[in-house]
T-cell receptor, first 109, second 114 residues
């Protein structure tokens, strides 16, 4: 059975303090690894898709990377508006998205 | 303006009542999905549809039913057989089935049993 595990559960950063969120996966025949941002009471907002180990994608202060066992979401010099829950999901030969439980990020001034 | 529209945003259900959650997309996507989100748990797949007039059960289909009569629409009915229906329900769509394209989500419906 496919599994996606995210850590830490919650992370509190000061503005400008860079860090990384981890997503460990065991997904049979990985076809795609996805990152989403979710604000309270809203639907997840798509951020990145990664398809193969070694791939990297960037958007503003966020960079996502992928290895054969993990994905990282690096946040550089975060701002308070980056506060949200970040979700990781994988899809493979089962052709359905398996989600992790998310990392709740809080960025303070 | 393309996107996925879920309605209503909030829904209250009495014990023993069936309720239907609406999901409409104008992205011309083939695949549509229903997820349930509970605090401290990841999104769990209820049902998905890869083409009109066809759908498959996800991981937690018991107590739910769906239909896919039109490409744009994928309504979810929460039946009285669902023992713990209070949750946040999310509808999503993707351009292809097969799982290697990103899914886009609606803004969700929060269902509460009263």
């Amino acid at each position: 059975e496919d599994q996606v595990t995210q850590s830490p559960e919650a992370l509190r950063l000061q503005e400008g303090e860079s860090s990384s969120l981890n997503c460990s996966y065991t997904v049979s025949g990985l076809r795609g690894l996805f990152w989403y941002r979710q604000d309270p009471g809203k639907g997840p907002e798509f951020l990145f898709t990664l398809y193969s180990a070694g791939e990297e994608k960037e958007k503003e202060r966020l960079k996502a990377t992928l290895t054969k066992k993990e994905s990282f979401l690096h946040i550089t010099a975060p701002k308070p508006e980056d506060s949200a829950t970040y979700l990781c999901a994988g899809t493979g030969t089962a052709s359905k998205l398996t989600f992790g439980t998310g990392t709740r990020l809080q960025v303070t001034l | 303006d393309g996107g996925i529209t879920q309605s209503p945003k909030y829904l209250f259900r009495k014990e023993g009542q069936n309720v239907t959650l609406s999901c409409e997309q104008n992205l011309n996507h083939d695949a549509m999905y229903w997820y349930r989100q509970d605090p401290g748990q990841g999104l769990r797949l209820i049902y998905y549809s890869q083409i009109v007039n066809d759908f498959q059960k996800g991981d937690i289909a018991e107590g739910y039913s769906v239909s896919r009569e039109k490409k744009e629409s994928f309504p979810l009915t929460v039946t009285s057989a669902q023992k713990n229906p209070t949750a946040f329900y999310l509808c999503a769509s993707s351009s292809r089935s097969g799982g290697n394209t990103e899914a886009f989500f609606g803004q969700g419906t929060r269902l509460t049993v009263v």
